[in-house]
């Protein structure tokens, strides 16, 4: 069994677990940490993903270096773990089985899942996980909504690992490596004007044949992945900033205001002014 193999049987093992017991499961913390250091014994397990900035965390002995959109499975087994002040933002959960059998069954799940110091990058989960957070810090958080929320990240993890690792063909094996340089580039520079074309003759590849490539690893073409970057990080800044919508198009990479609000539409079913007006309300509610 491949390492990618092992990494999909730990999370088929995980949302099964999580499905059978969530009842004896405390999801008891959740929330962002910004910029703040830390230095401290783990007792839980977690999930940290992180939506803006770098991070250097020394855990054990280990050097782990993170970046936007990397995730970390974290296990309670972790005796020490720090790291310094900076300029970054970590979406965490918090859980815990008061069962040593269970705490132990999900010791061994960690550990064939691998991203303890590893991290994998995954864009687009934002949206999820503060969708799970909003509905812990309700007033009567609903436990099937609760768990549904959860296991919807792990699915979606899931997917996406199976879509990077899982179609790959052998023939664009060797690409595996440019692939990942590419989508850690439309991650940092999705701001910039980005071509295909410029993409394509920074590798010295054939246009169609470099989205050929980009499309077996990731399942959809170069320009879609980067339109739903785009998409993502617009969500983010109408959800936390009051910015104009012509500079929110201008700085995520859009054309213009016009561009922007139709491609909006289009990935989302929401004008932008839509979607702000839609997460203030839930916000309120």
Not at 13 to 24: S, T
Not at 27 to 42: A, E, F, P, Y
Not at 56 to 69: E, F, L, P, S, Y
Not at 184 to 197: F, H, P, R
Request: aromatic letters at 10%; one cysteine or more.
């Amino acid at each position: 069994m491949t390492m990618n193999e092992t990494l999909q049987t730990g999370l088929e093992q995980f949302i099964a677990m999580i499905d059978l017991e969530w009842p004896r499961m405390n999801l008891h913390s959740g929330g962002i940490w910004r910029n703040t250091g830390w230095d401290g014994v783990g007792y839980d397990f977690e999930l940290s993903y992180y939506i803006q900035g770098t991070n250097t965390i020394r855990q054990d002995g280990t050097v782990v270096h993170v970046a936007q959109n990397d995730l970390l499975f974290l296990p309670d087994t972790i005796r020490n773990s720090s790291c310094d002040e900076g300029s970054f933002k970590v979406i965490f959960l918090a859980f815990q089985f008061k069962d040593e059998a269970l705490k132990a069954q999900l010791r061994q799940i960690y550990k064939t899942i691998n991203l303890q110091s590893k991290p994998l990058t995954l864009p687009g989960l934002e949206e999820d996980f503060l969708a799970l957070i909003t509905e812990m810090r309700s007033g009567k958080p609903s436990p099937h909504l609760t768990k549904h929320l959860f296991i919807h990240i792990l699915v979606k993890i899931y997917r996406a690992v199976h879509l990077f690792y899982g179609q790959a063909k052998s023939k664009t094996l060797k690409h595996e490596p440019m692939i990942q340089e590419i989508i850690k580039d439309l991650n940092e520079n999705y701001g910039d004007s980005i071509s295909l074309a410029e993409m394509a003759e920074r590798y010295e590849l054939n246009e169609r044949y470099l989205n050929q490539i980009f499309k077996s690893v990731t399942g959809i073409p170069l320009g879609r992945y980067l339109m739903k970057i785009r998409i993502e990080q617009a969500k983010r800044l109408l959800r936390t900033t009051h910015l104009q919508v012509t500079d929110i198009a201008l700085d995520t990479g859009f054309f213009d205001a016009a561009h922007f609000c139709k491609s909006f539409k289009k990935y989302t079913d929401y004008t932008p002014a839509e979607y702000k007006s839609r997460m203030e309300l839930e916000l309120h509610e």
